[in-house]
């Protein structure tokens, strides 16, 4: 069951930057019989608190070394750098290793699906992780290495009706591989799985655990669809960024250009996916010269080179909430701009995005010039310079690197599970 009970410091988690780093009161998950090897777990469970004291005692002593410099684009750069230095000390993940490719222990390393088959490399099949346990009963977590996106690659097939889309085959298949894994281990029994992760870009990721809530009900879901009008729950679920990777590429090409060379007041080029994209074209879709927008990029244009001359890239949701075009901008050292409903940003449990980034309502699209217009030099150049600063963190690194995007994945799910404590019941 859970309570909350028992005062353990908790540092990194919160839903606004009001509470951020005020909860002291990690959750309590009590898992009952048939458990083993009790010693190992509380082994965890004590690394666990020593950690939540050294990130504790950072947030109080306001130290910081050369790695982290105090910035705006954190909540709390003491408490991250403290908790990023932890988690590399500390922290080991268990890939179980039943199944077969390509369901399992593979995913698409290039395209808008990217993240899944880039993480599952980096921690599964490459096996040079520093964070890949040896032995579950060293691990702090465990991964399932599904992808969700191979799933609909492979298991949808034919589509001849709408009823070959119906998500029941996919979720089938993830809870009869975690009854699995847990029939060969005592792990998900013994914290229903709040110290187990998935990681999916796909749009249908969120839909593993629909079927069965309770199930799932403290699982973690690792999602670049984190849309919390649809269930995805800040304090369990990550966030993580969708990263478009051109074939044999790890990002775009860097054409940003100097703040006094870029022209253009604000840009956007897409298809009209979704309602918000639609509004957004209706309104300025080729109609204005310092905000442009378009469908289709005219002939002999290029887009990366567009965004880098532009101060503001705009980004709207998609059918989805999360769009490649995020993480473009930042490369690309554009301020994004972030038009959508009901979107949990990317690590914004360490990162503070109104320091790097804008937010328009969206039946404020037709202010789009005037709101940008407005934003002072001063203010546009503090942006800007915060854009270079955060881009590391969106950066991939085969192999990862300190602070990169793989390493910004893992700590959030390092966090979740810093803040649970898996006890016996008595």
Request: hydrophobic share 35%.
């Amino acid at each position: 069951m859970i309570s909350q009970q028992g005062k353990l410091p908790n540092e990194l988690l919160s839903t606004s930057a009001t509470d951020i780093y005020n909860n002291t009161v990690p959750t309590l998950i009590k898992f009952g019989h048939g458990v083993k090897n009790r010693t190992s777990l509380e082994r965890i469970e004590g690394d666990l608190a020593r950690a939540r004291a050294l990130i504790q005692e950072a947030i109080r002593s306001k130290k910081y070394t050369t790695a982290m410099k105090k910035s705006s684009i954190y909540w709390n750069p003491h408490a991250f750098h403290q908790s990023h230095m932890e988690m590399m000390k500390r922290f080991k993940v268990w890939v179980y290793k039943e199944g077969e490719q390509p369901l399992i222990h593979d995913g698409p390393v290039n395209n808008k699906y990217a993240i899944e088959g880039q993480f599952i490399d980096e921690i599964d099949t490459s096996n040079n992780s520093p964070f890949k346990a040896n032995h579950p009963e060293q691990a702090h977590v465990f991964f399932l290495p599904f992808s969700v996106s191979k799933v609909i690659r492979y298991v949808y097939k034919p589509r001849r009706s709408k009823s070959d889309y119906d998500p029941d085959r996919l979720q089938r298949l993830v809870e009869d591989y975690i009854n699995i894994v847990a029939t060969k281990y005592p792990y998900w029994n013994r914290s229903k799985g709040a110290d187990h992760f998935l990681i999916s870009c796909h749009d249908w990721g969120p839909t593993i655990s629909y079927a069965n809530p309770e199930f799932f009900k403290y699982f973690i879901r690792v999602l670049c669809n984190a849309n919390i009008s649809e269930g995805f729950q800040p304090n369990r679920d990550v966030s993580i960024p969708e990263v478009y990777l051109p074939v044999g590429k790890l990002g775009p090409p860097n054409m940003a250009q100097h703040p006094d060379n870029r022209t253009i007041l604000a840009f956007f080029a897409g298809g009209a996916h979704g309602n918000i994209r639609k509004k957004l074209l209706k309104r300025w879709k080729d109609r204005d010269k310092e905000v442009q927008v378009h469908e289709y990029l005219p002939k002999g244009q290029d887009y990366t080179k567009l965004m880098g001359l532009s101060k503001f890239c705009l980004c709207p949701s998609g059918h989805e909430v999360a769009s490649p075009r995020v993480v473009e901008a930042i490369y690309a050292g554009c301020v994004p701009v972030i038009i959508c409903d009901n979107y949990s940003l990317p690590f914004s449990d360490v990162l503070n995005w109104s320091q790097f980034s804008m937010e328009i309502a969206v039946d404020r699209i037709p202010e789009i010039k005037t709101i940008l217009q407005n934003v002072s030099k001063d203010k546009y150049r503090e942006l800007y310079l915060n854009v270079r600063k955060v881009r590391r963190h969106f950066v991939i690194n085969r192999p990862a690197k300190p602070f990169d995007l793989m390493h910004m994945i893992l700590h959030s799910v390092w966090l979740r599970r810093l803040n649970s404590w898996l006890i016996a019941s008595q």
